[in-house]
């Protein structure tokens, strides 16, 4: 069965004035297929986490970051799997969701035409155009604009379909057996510190969503995919001052997780610096609660210090200290070598 992006996009603005924002209501749905070939299609309007509602309410900031989780990225973080869907969203997508979506393997973007006309996208405007639209471009996503009575499509992007975007530092993923504990975490964790020695990185136990098998993640920060550190450096230095190309190792654990369809498990997480504002949200949406820390007061910036002041205040995510795994992990042996790429 084919799916028709007019109705998918009918499902989005079907749901959009249930979006809790008193102004920028936004709608998305996320369709394609599952790894057992069953289709699947999510409508989410962008929303606060229940979480995040009880505790702050919906005016206190997280950090730099409002409490939302956007509509597009509500769709990845509850798709049985994102790579190879597509997505309708209701408005043009902001340049933090656009790397969402290209780290989760998105393939094309409807977006409704009215979209364009409401003043939020107007104020969003150039950031759609200079940076979300580059993004997309870079990673090899079709972008479309979608007008629903007249079912036609027009599109503002078009990607080859051979294009494959570079990728340098792609998310490390295993399958795991047997019973996994916290020592078994611990050790993982262990393995990857001394892998990764120096470097920012973030990984995780996961579940797949569908067979319930087990896998092991880690990810780097890293340029979204498609740019790369050494062709892609100036621009990569000088981006517009609110968005950068840059993505956090949790955002990326994250979105490559969804990329491939697993869940993340709560209290089997590891960080080695405090998230920054947006991605301790995206990670609250993902509904985690606990978070293995090793460097507790460095952070990209002073914001996200402040965003992990207020999450763990307000009990919504606890930060432990990388000592008490450590406590229960198998000592690295002196022979193993460290990766040096
Ligand atoms: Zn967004």
Known sequence: MSFQPFDEMQKAVDIVNDSPHPVNKIAATIFGYDRQGRDFSISRTNYWPEIIEARLGMDTDIGDSSGTVHAETACLLDAPVTEKASLCVTDPICPNCAKNIAEAGIKTIYID??????????????????????????????????????????????????????????????????????????????????????????????????????????????????????????LLRDSENKYNYMLEPMNRLIMGAARIGVKLVDGMIFCTNVPTSRELVNLIGAGITRLYIEHANKALDEAAILAKRTVTNARILDFINLEELQALATPIQPHEKPSDT
């Open 113 to 234: 035409h009215k979209g364009f006309t409401k003043d939020f996208s107007a104020r969003r405007g150039n950031a759609f155009s200079n940076m979300s639209m580059q993004i997309c471009e870079k990673a090899g996503i079709s972008v479309y604009q979608l007008w629903r009575k007249e079912q036609r499509l027009e599109p503002i992007l078009h990607t080859d379909k051979t294009y494959q975007p570079a990728q340098d530092s792609p998310l490390e993923y295993e399958r795991l057996y047997g019973v996994i504990t916290r020592k078994s975490f611990a050790d993982y964790v262990e393995k990857m510190r001394h892998r990764h020695r120096g470097r920012r990185f973030a990984c995780a136990i996961g579940r797949d969503r569908v067979s319930g098998n087990v896998f092991s993640l880690a990810a780097r920060s890293h340029p979204v995919i498609g740019y790369s550190m050494a062709n892609d450096a100036s």
